[in-house]
Structures are given as C-alpha cells and as structure tokens.
C-alpha cells in the first residue's frame, strides 16, 4: 500500500509568507503518522496562487525558494510531496512547475507546465514546458501534470504509454467549470486506467471561487477520496495491484490500433 495526502488550500494570493504557514499549520495539526510510505499533493501555484503580473517579482531562481521550504518539511515528516506548482524563473523565462521532492528533501523531479491557459492570461506572463515528468516513486511509476493540461486526453495517453501508474494533477480549477473538473479527473482514469490523484485550490479570491473538489480516483473511475470544497488535509491508502488488475481485465492497452491514431490535421 501507498498513501496519498491531499492538502486542499485557500491559496492567499502574492502572500508567499503566509501560504508557508498555513502549510505548516495544517500539517502539524491534521498529519497522521503511517507505515505506508506518503506522498502530499497541494495545489498549482499554491505558494502565491494567480498574481502573474507580479511573477517576475514572485518567481524564485528554478523555484528554489519553496522547493527548500517543501523539502524542510519532507524530510521533517519523512513524506514526499509531489505536485502543487511554484513560479519558477528559467533562463527561458517564468514557468509554472510543479516539484516532486522525496523524504530526504531532495527535488528529484520537476514539471513545467505544457498547456498554457489563456483565460487566466498564463500565455501572457509565462513560458511553456516542453517535456513530461515521470518518476518513481516508492516502485510507482508516477507523472505530474498541472490544471488545464487535464483536457488535453492525448497528453495523459503519453505518460500512460510510457507505464505511469499513478498521475498527479495540481490545480486552481475555477468553480465555473467544476463539472468539468469532476468528470475529467474520472475519464483520465477510466480510459487510462491509472489513479488520478488531484490538488485543487479552495475559497475564493475578489470574484473568483474556486471549489476544491479534489479527488483520489482509482483505476476503475472509483473515487476513494473526495475533499469537498473546505480547506484541510486529506489522507487515503491505495491499492498499487490495482491498475495491473484493470489492465488485464479489459485490455485496453493491448487492443488498440495505433496505426489508425493519425493526426488528420497533418
Ligand atoms: N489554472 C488552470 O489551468 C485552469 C484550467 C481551467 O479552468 C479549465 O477550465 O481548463
């Protein structure tokens, strides 16, 4: 068994100061101790949430700053935390990467995100990522994606052809499009057969709600564990046999017909 911790956070944004100690506060209050090796997810942009225009002021060098702060705690809590998104200034400008930071306190992995979304203006003040994220964890091949790359199924089909077992998604998913969020977390999972585990952001920023629903669905679209729309720490077990389970049970991966997948607008 692994253990997954969904730390669903009222992000207060351009307040790195004070989204720190909210973190440390949940987790001294709400951390249950296991034998099961635990991996944390949090939000996109948890540290400072949507104040782009400020980026350049908020962004650390390739995110060090919280990736430091995340590693203290890993290592204090002997956790991983994989996934929950920082500003990250790069030699090719401010990306949105969310780190993968094992019990030692190491960052072992990075995710910078792929598909830019332009209705919270990410096109305008950020760079683009131009890779996955996979990695291991505990034996788990696991990958990070981030928020609106969720829509984009042929993306999600890569990490999957690529063995990802478990796919980690931070976002601030906008209470608007909640449905959406809902039902894609379960599709991604159902047609991929891996977990999908998520960290969205709660609460609400001037007119801007965001309604947590982050959810633990496994590999059959069952969903082990939903936050509601509160702020708080979350744990649930899963079930690592259960994605090989699915896989030979309905044998999705063996049964398609790749040659016929062609990208009609080339
Ligand atoms: N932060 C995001 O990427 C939001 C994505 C979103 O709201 C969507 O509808 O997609």
């Excluded at 598909?115 to 996955?132: Q, T």
Aim: aromatic share 10%; with cysteine.
């Amino acid at each position: 068994m692994l253990r997954v911790g969904i730390l669903q956070l009222d992000v207060q944004v351009g307040d790195r100061k004070a989204n720190f100690s909210r973190v440390n506060e949940l987790l001294s209050r709400a951390f249950v101790p296991s034998k099961s090796p635990t991996a944390i997810v949090l939000p996109e942009l948890w540290d400072t949430g949507y104040a782009l225009e400020k980026a350049q002021a908020l962004a650390s060098d390739e995110g060090n700053e919280t990736a430091t702060f995340l590693g203290d705690l890993a290592k204090k809590y002997n956790i991983w935390f994989i996934g929950g998104s920082t500003l990250a200034k790069t030699s090719a400008g401010i990306k949105n990467r969310a780190q993968v930071i094992d019990p030692r306190g190491e960052l072992i992995a990075y995710y910078d995100k792929v598909h830019r979304f332009p209705l919270m203006d990410e096109d305008k003040y950020l760079a683009s990522g131009d890779r996955d994220c996979t990695f291991n964890w505990e034996g788990f091949k696991s990958g990070c994606v981030i928020c609106y790359d969720l829509r984009f199924c042929e993306w999600i089909r890569c990490y999957a052809l690529k063995g990802v077992k478990a796919l980690f998604i931070s976002a601030e998913w906008p209470a608007a499009r909640a449905k959406h969020w809902d039902i894609l977390l379960k599709a991604r999972a159902i047609e991929n057969q891996m977990y999908v585990i998520s960290c969205n952001r709660c609460g609400a920023t001037g007119k801007d709600a965001f309604d947590g629903g982050s959810l633990v669905v496994d590999p059959w679209g069952e969903v082990l564990l939903d936050a509601g729309n509160l702020e708080g720490l979350w744990f649930v077990d899963i079930d690592v046999c259960k994605v090989d389970q699915a896989r030979s049970t309905v044998p999705v991966f063996k049964d398609r017909v790749p040659t016929l997948y062609v990208d009609i607008t080339k």
